[in-house]
């Protein structure tokens, strides 16, 4: 499907999400609260089979955190990025991927590493860059320690 | 270069009749055979370490000076080269190989990132702001990465400073017995 399909299908399956253009991708704008059934429903999709997921991260918008899944079928050939608003800073949650794609275990380990974002029913949350003992998420932009230099 | 350094050994032979005889000090010949045999260990964390590969290839060859024996070991290896950003989480283990490694040893930090930190200097939570925080460094090279010359004038500047030691003690913490020796100097 090329992105004008892709945004007719993908409304179809939730109306409400919103399409940004901009970007080399198709940007997907997702409920956090319905991304798992989202998912799962484009995964098991035969108009969409998604069954490659080929980046998990994460983007730290000051006020709020931003989930950004890249995805890509293999049989279509299409792909699409899919996004999700965390407005909760303090306690940011969002359930994990890992149950549809297994490579979501570790990425999700990684962003929950860097970023403190906790992913609900995930299989062995727990650091998998940083040492155990760590102190907060460096890669969150109001992150600071005693060793680290501002400019 | 001076003049002192160009003499191939440091010593005198005497030719006599069925051999000869060499005059020198112990000092100077024990330097001068671990001056001209470093073994480097195989380590390097990134693009420095790229350099220095090439510094060890056919094109720049520093086995011509005496060190194309790279240990993948730490035993059996006098002279790390840290070729590359040392981050937190290394440094234990880059301590620990300096450990293993045996007495005199010797450390060149290649690059900026080793001198300083470097690119990583400011607002870094994982880089170390210099590899002498964790290890001691005899020779520094700047850089970003230094060229193959750059780490063989470091490694030939290594080597005049072997030169100029005294064997008797060790480089590092001295031993029970060369401390009571220090004590009575």
């Not at chain 2, 070729?83 to 490694?101: C, E, H, N, S």
Request: aromatic residues 10%; glycine residues 6%; proline residues 6%.
């Amino acid at each position: 499907m090329n992105k004008e399909e892709l945004k007719i299908a993908i409304t179809e399956i939730l109306p409400e999400i919103t399409f940004d253009e901009t970007g080399e991708f198709l940007n997907v704008f997702v409920p956090a609260t319905s991304l798992l059934p989202f998912m799962n429903s484009i995964r098991s999709n035969n108009n969409f089979e998604m069954d490659y997921l080929f980046c998990l991260t994460c983007i730290d918008w000051k006020d709020h955190f931003m989930m950004v899944y890249h995805l890509h079928s293999k049989k279509h050939r299409h792909e699409f990025v899919v996004k999700a608003k965390l407005e909760n800073r303090e306690n940011p949650e969002i359930e994990s991927l890992s149950g549809i794609w297994k490579t979501a275990d570790f990425h999700e380990r990684e962003v929950f590493d860097l970023f403190g974002i906790n992913f609900l029913h995930h299989p062995d949350l727990r650091r998998i860059f940083m040492d155990d003992n760590w102190k907060g998420f460096p890669l969150r932009k109001d992150y600071m320690d005693e060793n680290m230099i501002e400019i | 270069m001076s003049e002192e350094n160009k003499i191939e050994f440091p010593g005198e032979v005497h030719p006599t009749d069925g051999g000869g005889i060499l005059v020198t000090k112990l000092d100077d010949v024990i330097n001068w055979a671990r001056a001209n045999s470093l073994w480097p260990l195989v380590f390097g964390t990134s693009c420095c370490a790229i350099e220095m590969m090439s510094a060890a290839d056919a094109k720049y060859d520093w086995s011509r000076f005496g060190f194309e024996v790279a240990r993948a070991t730490p035993r059996q290896a006098d002279l790390i080269i840290v070729a590359g950003t040392i981050v937190i989480k290394m440094a234990p283990v880059l301590k620990r190989l300096y450990d293993q490694m045996p007495e005199p040893k010797y450390v060149i930090a290649m690059g900026a990132c080793t001198i300083s930190g470097g690119p990583f200097f400011y607002n870094t939570y994982s880089v170390v702001k210099g590899v002498d925080h964790v290890i001691p460094v005899d020779v520094y090279i700047p850089g970003c990465p230094p060229r193959p010359e750059a780490l063989l004038h470091a490694m030939i500047t290594l080597q005049e400073k072997i030169k100029t030691e005294h064997t008797s003690f060790s480089k590092g913490v001295p031993s029970e017995k060369n401390q009571k020796l220090l004590k009575d100097e």
